[in-house]
Protein backbone atom coordinates (compact mmCIF):
# COMPACT_ATOMS: atom_id res chain seq x y z
CA UNK A 1 0.00 0.00 0.00
CA UNK A 2 2.74 2.40 0.73
CA UNK A 3 4.70 1.71 -2.40
CA UNK A 4 1.09 2.52 -4.22
CA UNK A 5 0.92 5.42 -2.52
CA UNK A 6 4.53 6.76 -3.12
CA UNK A 7 4.45 6.03 -7.17
CA UNK A 8 1.01 7.49 -7.79
CA UNK A 9 -0.75 9.53 -5.05
CA UNK A 10 2.70 11.26 -3.33
CA UNK A 11 3.91 13.30 -6.83
CA UNK A 12 0.47 14.87 -7.23
CA UNK A 13 0.74 15.51 -3.05
CA UNK A 14 3.76 17.18 -3.47
CA UNK A 15 2.95 19.29 -6.39
CA UNK A 16 -0.52 20.21 -5.33
CA UNK A 17 1.74 21.43 -1.45
CA UNK A 18 4.12 23.59 -3.91
CA UNK A 19 1.48 24.91 -5.67
CA UNK A 20 -1.18 25.80 -2.79
CA UNK A 21 0.64 28.34 -1.09
CA UNK A 22 1.79 30.82 -4.07
CA UNK A 23 -1.45 29.62 -5.93
CA UNK A 24 -4.67 29.47 -3.88
CA UNK A 25 -4.05 29.09 -0.20
CA UNK A 26 -5.03 32.20 0.43
CA UNK A 27 -7.39 32.50 -2.11
CA UNK A 28 -6.41 36.05 -3.80
CA UNK A 29 -5.60 33.90 -6.27
CA UNK A 30 -8.60 32.29 -7.44
CA UNK A 31 -10.28 35.88 -7.21
CA UNK A 32 -7.56 37.13 -8.97
CA UNK A 33 -7.47 34.99 -11.83
CA UNK A 34 -10.74 33.15 -11.99
CA UNK A 35 -13.84 35.04 -9.98
CA UNK A 36 -12.61 37.80 -11.80
CA UNK A 37 -13.79 36.36 -14.71
CA UNK A 38 -17.13 35.59 -13.13
CA UNK A 39 -18.32 32.36 -11.86
CA UNK A 40 -19.28 30.29 -14.69
CA UNK A 41 -15.49 31.46 -16.64
CA UNK A 42 -14.08 30.60 -13.20
CA UNK A 43 -15.40 26.89 -13.38
CA UNK A 44 -14.21 26.47 -17.31
CA UNK A 45 -11.18 28.49 -16.35
CA UNK A 46 -10.14 26.17 -13.56
CA UNK A 47 -11.04 23.01 -15.86
CA UNK A 48 -8.38 24.23 -18.54
CA UNK A 49 -5.80 24.59 -15.88
CA UNK A 50 -6.29 20.85 -14.55
CA UNK A 51 -6.25 19.48 -18.08
CA UNK A 52 -3.11 21.33 -18.96
CA UNK A 53 -1.61 20.34 -15.69
CA UNK A 54 -2.29 17.14 -16.37
CA UNK A 55 -1.15 16.63 -19.60
CA UNK A 56 2.02 18.76 -18.69
CA UNK A 57 2.51 16.47 -15.58
CA UNK A 58 2.21 13.52 -17.23
CA UNK A 59 5.14 13.97 -20.02
CA UNK A 60 7.20 15.70 -17.85
CA UNK A 61 6.91 12.52 -14.83
CA UNK A 62 8.07 10.48 -18.09
CA UNK A 63 10.39 12.34 -19.73
CA UNK A 64 12.23 12.59 -15.39
CA UNK A 65 11.33 9.01 -14.90
CA UNK A 66 12.77 7.57 -18.31
CA UNK A 67 16.09 9.72 -18.26
CA UNK A 68 16.08 9.39 -14.25
CA UNK A 69 16.08 13.08 -13.96
CA UNK A 70 15.42 13.72 -10.59
CA UNK A 71 16.57 17.19 -10.34
CA UNK A 72 15.49 20.45 -12.57
CA UNK A 73 19.10 21.05 -13.89
CA UNK A 74 19.53 17.72 -15.40
CA UNK A 75 15.91 17.36 -16.87
CA UNK A 76 15.86 20.55 -18.15
CA UNK A 77 19.49 20.33 -19.87
CA UNK A 78 17.97 17.05 -21.84
CA UNK A 79 14.62 18.97 -22.07
CA UNK A 80 16.27 22.66 -23.40
CA UNK A 81 20.32 22.09 -24.22
CA UNK A 82 22.02 24.73 -23.29
CA UNK A 83 18.80 26.92 -22.86
CA UNK A 84 18.69 25.65 -20.04
CA UNK A 85 20.32 28.62 -18.82
CA UNK A 86 17.63 30.58 -19.96
CA UNK A 87 15.02 28.98 -17.61
CA UNK A 88 17.76 29.43 -14.99
CA UNK A 89 17.52 32.76 -14.38
CA UNK A 90 13.66 32.25 -14.76
CA UNK A 91 13.17 29.55 -12.27
CA UNK A 92 15.14 31.88 -9.56
CA UNK A 93 13.19 34.77 -10.33
CA UNK A 94 10.27 32.85 -9.93
CA UNK A 95 11.29 31.11 -6.90
CA UNK A 96 12.15 34.47 -5.11
CA UNK A 97 8.45 36.01 -6.68
CA UNK A 98 6.70 32.60 -5.06
CA UNK A 99 8.16 32.53 -1.32
CA UNK A 100 7.51 36.86 -1.59
CA UNK A 101 4.00 35.84 -1.98
CA UNK A 102 3.88 33.40 0.54
CA UNK A 103 5.83 35.59 2.70
CA UNK A 104 3.22 38.35 2.20
CA UNK A 105 0.46 35.95 2.78
CA UNK A 106 1.89 34.80 6.21
CA UNK A 107 2.56 38.03 7.26
CA UNK A 108 -1.52 39.12 6.72
CA UNK A 109 -2.83 36.23 7.53
CA UNK A 110 -1.19 36.71 11.39
CA UNK A 111 -1.73 40.36 11.33
CA UNK A 112 -5.78 39.99 10.53
CA UNK A 113 -5.66 36.85 12.95
CA UNK A 114 -3.46 38.47 15.87
CA UNK A 115 -3.06 42.01 15.48
CA UNK A 116 0.75 41.20 14.79
CA UNK A 117 3.09 43.03 12.31
CA UNK A 118 3.05 41.86 9.20
CA UNK A 119 6.52 41.55 9.14
CA UNK A 120 6.12 38.69 11.95
CA UNK A 121 4.44 36.74 10.34
CA UNK A 122 6.82 37.02 6.79
CA UNK A 123 10.00 36.07 9.45
CA UNK A 124 8.16 33.20 11.26
CA UNK A 125 7.60 31.77 7.82
CA UNK A 126 10.82 31.82 6.34
CA UNK A 127 12.38 30.67 9.50
CA UNK A 128 10.79 27.41 9.49
CA UNK A 129 11.25 27.03 5.71
CA UNK A 130 15.01 27.21 6.67
CA UNK A 131 14.48 24.57 8.95
CA UNK A 132 12.90 21.69 6.49
CA UNK A 133 15.14 22.84 3.20
CA UNK A 134 18.25 22.37 5.98
CA UNK A 135 16.44 18.74 6.72
CA UNK A 136 16.29 17.54 3.19
CA UNK A 137 13.87 15.21 1.10
CA UNK A 138 12.64 12.64 3.21
CA UNK A 139 11.37 15.09 6.24
CA UNK A 140 9.53 17.35 3.14
CA UNK A 141 7.89 14.20 1.62
CA UNK A 142 6.54 13.38 5.23
CA UNK A 143 5.17 16.54 6.46
CA UNK A 144 3.80 17.63 2.60
CA UNK A 145 1.61 14.40 2.69
CA UNK A 146 0.63 14.36 6.67
CA UNK A 147 0.21 18.44 5.87
CA UNK A 148 -2.15 17.72 2.17
CA UNK A 149 -4.73 14.97 4.02
CA UNK A 150 -5.46 17.35 6.27
CA UNK A 151 -5.67 20.11 4.55
CA UNK A 152 -8.39 18.31 2.03
CA UNK A 153 -10.18 17.40 5.73
CA UNK A 154 -10.43 21.08 6.54
CA UNK A 155 -11.44 22.21 2.82
CA UNK A 156 -14.55 19.56 3.27
CA UNK A 157 -15.56 20.96 6.36
CA UNK A 158 -15.26 24.34 4.57
CA UNK A 159 -17.66 23.29 2.12
CA UNK A 160 -19.54 21.55 4.07
CA UNK A 161 -20.03 24.39 6.55
CA UNK A 162 -20.47 27.68 3.94
CA UNK A 163 -23.14 25.34 2.28
CA UNK A 164 -24.85 25.14 5.35
CA UNK A 165 -24.92 29.04 5.48
CA UNK A 166 -25.00 30.65 2.58
CA UNK A 167 -25.97 27.29 0.06
CA UNK A 168 -29.03 29.13 -1.62
CA UNK A 169 -26.74 32.46 -2.68
CA UNK A 170 -23.99 30.12 -3.80
CA UNK A 171 -26.01 27.98 -6.03
CA UNK A 172 -27.78 31.23 -7.51
CA UNK A 173 -23.99 32.92 -8.74
CA UNK A 174 -23.10 28.95 -10.00
CA UNK A 175 -24.98 30.44 -12.84
CA UNK A 176 -23.71 34.14 -13.47
CA UNK A 177 -21.34 34.69 -16.33
CA UNK A 178 -19.30 37.75 -17.09
CA UNK A 179 -19.93 39.25 -20.86
CA UNK A 180 -16.81 38.65 -23.08
CA UNK A 181 -15.53 36.75 -20.62
CA UNK A 182 -14.76 32.53 -20.81
CA UNK A 183 -12.16 31.83 -18.49
CA UNK A 184 -9.93 30.19 -21.33
CA UNK A 185 -6.65 32.26 -21.58
CA UNK A 186 -7.30 32.68 -17.42
CA UNK A 187 -6.89 29.05 -17.37
CA UNK A 188 -3.81 29.00 -19.56
CA UNK A 189 -2.02 31.66 -17.83
CA UNK A 190 -2.84 30.47 -14.11
CA UNK A 191 -1.40 27.15 -15.54
CA UNK A 192 1.71 28.08 -16.84
CA UNK A 193 2.77 29.86 -13.83
CA UNK A 194 1.78 27.39 -10.99
CA UNK A 195 3.88 24.88 -13.45
CA UNK A 196 7.35 26.74 -12.24
CA UNK A 197 6.38 23.76 -9.26
CA UNK A 198 6.71 21.03 -11.54
CA UNK A 199 10.59 21.10 -11.22
CA UNK A 200 10.93 21.91 -7.39
CA UNK A 201 9.13 18.45 -7.25
CA UNK A 202 11.13 15.90 -9.24
CA UNK A 203 12.83 14.47 -6.22
CA UNK A 204 9.20 12.74 -5.70
CA UNK A 205 9.32 10.61 -8.69
CA UNK A 206 12.12 8.71 -7.20
CA UNK A 207 9.67 6.09 -6.49
CA UNK A 208 8.18 5.99 -9.77
CA UNK A 209 9.54 3.08 -12.42
CA UNK A 210 6.99 2.40 -15.08
CA UNK A 211 5.41 4.46 -17.68
CA UNK A 212 2.58 3.53 -16.57
CA UNK A 213 2.87 4.77 -13.06
CA UNK A 214 4.58 7.75 -14.57
CA UNK A 215 1.16 8.73 -16.65
CA UNK A 216 -0.95 7.80 -14.29
CA UNK A 217 0.82 10.03 -11.80
CA UNK A 218 0.88 12.80 -13.55
CA UNK A 219 -2.79 12.71 -14.27
CA UNK A 220 -4.37 12.24 -11.17
CA UNK A 221 -1.71 15.06 -9.72
CA UNK A 222 -3.40 17.67 -12.23
CA UNK A 223 -6.70 16.54 -10.38
CA UNK A 224 -5.57 16.15 -7.07
CA UNK A 225 -3.89 19.85 -7.01
CA UNK A 226 -7.16 21.76 -7.69
CA UNK A 227 -9.63 19.85 -6.25
CA UNK A 228 -9.19 21.86 -3.33
CA UNK A 229 -9.19 25.47 -5.05
CA UNK A 230 -12.19 24.49 -6.64
CA UNK A 231 -13.99 23.71 -3.13
CA UNK A 232 -12.86 27.15 -1.74
CA UNK A 233 -14.27 28.98 -5.10
CA UNK A 234 -17.12 27.45 -4.73
CA UNK A 235 -17.51 28.70 -0.58
CA UNK A 236 -16.56 32.48 -2.47
CA UNK A 237 -19.74 32.13 -4.05
CA UNK A 238 -21.37 32.70 -0.94
CA UNK A 239 -19.88 36.39 -0.78
CA UNK A 240 -19.79 37.41 -4.39
CA UNK A 241 -19.05 40.15 -5.56
CA UNK A 242 -18.14 41.75 -2.31
CA UNK A 243 -15.56 38.94 -1.96
CA UNK A 244 -13.37 39.84 -4.79
CA UNK A 245 -11.96 43.06 -2.89
CA UNK A 246 -10.72 41.04 -0.16
CA UNK A 247 -6.90 40.71 0.52
CA UNK A 248 -7.10 37.19 2.07
CA UNK A 249 -10.59 35.59 0.80
CA UNK A 250 -10.25 32.22 3.00
CA UNK A 251 -10.10 34.32 5.73
CA UNK A 252 -12.71 36.62 5.20
CA UNK A 253 -15.33 33.25 4.62
CA UNK A 254 -13.81 31.90 7.64
CA UNK A 255 -14.71 35.53 9.59
CA UNK A 256 -18.11 34.97 8.14
CA UNK A 257 -18.86 31.71 9.31
CA UNK A 258 -18.27 32.85 13.09
CA UNK A 259 -16.84 29.35 14.52
CA UNK A 260 -13.59 30.61 16.00
CA UNK A 261 -12.21 27.53 16.87
CA UNK A 262 -12.86 25.94 13.33
CA UNK A 263 -10.89 29.43 12.41
CA UNK A 264 -8.31 28.66 14.13
CA UNK A 265 -7.40 24.91 12.84
CA UNK A 266 -7.81 26.57 9.65
CA UNK A 267 -5.54 29.59 9.67
CA UNK A 268 -2.84 26.70 11.50
CA UNK A 269 -3.65 24.56 8.32
CA UNK A 270 -3.63 27.68 5.71
CA UNK A 271 -0.09 29.09 7.34
CA UNK A 272 1.48 25.51 7.24
CA UNK A 273 0.75 25.92 3.23
CA UNK A 274 2.88 28.87 2.85
CA UNK A 275 5.67 26.75 4.36
CA UNK A 276 5.21 24.08 1.98
CA UNK A 277 5.34 26.04 -1.08
CA UNK A 278 8.55 27.86 0.29
CA UNK A 279 9.97 24.85 1.43
CA UNK A 280 9.28 23.15 -2.56
CA UNK A 281 10.40 25.79 -4.02
CA UNK A 282 13.64 26.36 -2.49
CA UNK A 283 14.33 23.00 -1.68
CA UNK A 284 13.98 22.65 -5.57
CA UNK A 285 16.85 24.93 -6.15
CA UNK A 286 18.96 23.03 -3.73
CA UNK A 287 18.56 19.98 -5.01
CA UNK A 288 19.69 21.62 -8.80
CA UNK A 289 22.65 22.22 -6.85
CA UNK A 290 23.26 19.29 -5.36
CA UNK A 291 23.27 17.10 -8.21
CA UNK A 292 25.90 19.48 -10.09
CA UNK A 293 28.32 18.65 -6.66
CA UNK A 294 27.18 15.05 -7.00
CA UNK A 295 28.56 15.47 -10.71
CA UNK A 296 31.59 16.76 -9.53
CA UNK A 297 32.15 13.94 -6.88
CA UNK A 298 30.81 16.03 -4.21
CA UNK A 299 27.97 16.76 -1.35
CA UNK A 300 26.27 19.24 -0.63
CA UNK A 301 26.33 20.14 3.10
CA UNK A 302 23.68 21.05 5.12
CA UNK A 303 25.38 24.08 6.00
CA UNK A 304 25.11 25.04 2.43
CA UNK A 305 21.70 24.34 1.61
CA UNK A 306 20.60 26.61 4.57
CA UNK A 307 22.84 29.71 3.09
CA UNK A 308 21.07 29.06 -0.33
CA UNK A 309 18.03 28.87 1.38
CA UNK A 310 18.65 32.67 3.26
CA UNK A 311 19.79 34.00 0.59
CA UNK A 312 16.52 33.59 -1.39
CA UNK A 313 14.78 33.90 1.35
CA UNK A 314 16.52 37.45 1.77
CA UNK A 315 15.13 38.67 -1.63
CA UNK A 316 11.27 37.53 -1.15
CA UNK A 317 11.46 39.34 2.31
CA UNK A 318 12.58 42.81 0.43
CA UNK A 319 9.51 41.65 -2.36
CA UNK A 320 7.10 40.99 -0.08
CA UNK A 321 7.52 44.55 2.33
CA UNK A 322 8.14 46.56 -0.71
CA UNK A 323 5.05 45.40 -2.75
CA UNK A 324 2.80 43.50 -0.35
CA UNK A 325 0.32 40.79 -1.39
CA UNK A 326 -1.97 41.79 -3.81
CA UNK A 327 0.50 43.66 -6.36
CA UNK A 328 2.94 40.91 -6.26
CA UNK A 329 0.00 38.45 -7.46
CA UNK A 330 -1.74 40.49 -9.91
CA UNK A 331 1.56 42.33 -11.82
CA UNK A 332 4.30 39.43 -10.66
CA UNK A 333 3.06 36.47 -11.68
CA UNK A 334 1.76 38.09 -15.02
CA UNK A 335 5.15 39.33 -16.24
CA UNK A 336 6.30 35.27 -16.07
CA UNK A 337 3.05 33.50 -17.09
CA UNK A 338 4.41 33.55 -20.92
CA UNK A 339 7.85 33.27 -20.63
CA UNK A 340 7.01 29.50 -18.99
CA UNK A 341 4.88 28.99 -22.00
CA UNK A 342 7.63 29.72 -24.39
CA UNK A 343 11.06 28.33 -21.85
CA UNK A 344 8.96 25.73 -20.48
CA UNK A 345 5.98 24.04 -21.10
CA UNK A 346 6.01 24.05 -24.95
CA UNK A 347 9.31 22.15 -25.34
CA UNK A 348 8.24 19.49 -22.63
CA UNK A 349 4.66 19.37 -25.13
CA UNK A 350 6.66 18.88 -28.45
CA UNK A 351 9.89 17.39 -27.17
CA UNK A 352 8.32 14.85 -24.42
CA UNK A 353 6.06 13.84 -27.42
CA UNK A 354 8.61 13.29 -29.77
CA UNK A 355 10.72 11.14 -27.05
CA UNK A 356 7.54 9.35 -25.91
CA UNK A 357 5.24 8.57 -28.89
CA UNK A 358 7.67 5.93 -31.07
CA UNK A 359 7.98 4.17 -27.67
CA UNK A 360 4.49 4.62 -26.58
CA UNK A 361 3.45 0.66 -27.75
CA UNK A 362 6.90 -0.90 -26.15
CA UNK A 363 5.60 -2.89 -22.97
CA UNK A 364 8.69 -3.19 -21.60
CA UNK A 365 8.54 0.18 -20.08
Not at 29 to 44: A, I
Not at 70 to 92: H, K
Not at 247 to 254: H, Q, R, S
Not at 325 to 352: C, D, E, H, N, Q
Request: proline share 3%.
Amino acid sequence: MLSLYRKYLLPGFVFQSIVIGGGYGTGRELVEFFLTEGPVGGYFGMLISTVIWGVILALSFELARAGRFFDYRTFLNSLLGRGWVAFEVLYVLQVILTVAVVGSASGELLHETLGWPRIAGTLIMVAVVGVFTYRGSDLIERFFSIWSLGLYLLYFLLIVFVLSDSGDTIFSNMKLSTPDSSGFLAGIRYAAYNLAALPAMLFALRHVEHRREAFSAGLLAGVIAMFPGALVYTTFLGYYPSIVSEAIPANFVLGQLDMPLFQTFFQIILFGTFIETGTGMIHGFNERIAGMLSERGRTMSRSLRLAVAAGLLIGAIFLAEKFGLITLISKGYGLTTWAFWILFLLPIIVVGSYRILPTLFDKSE
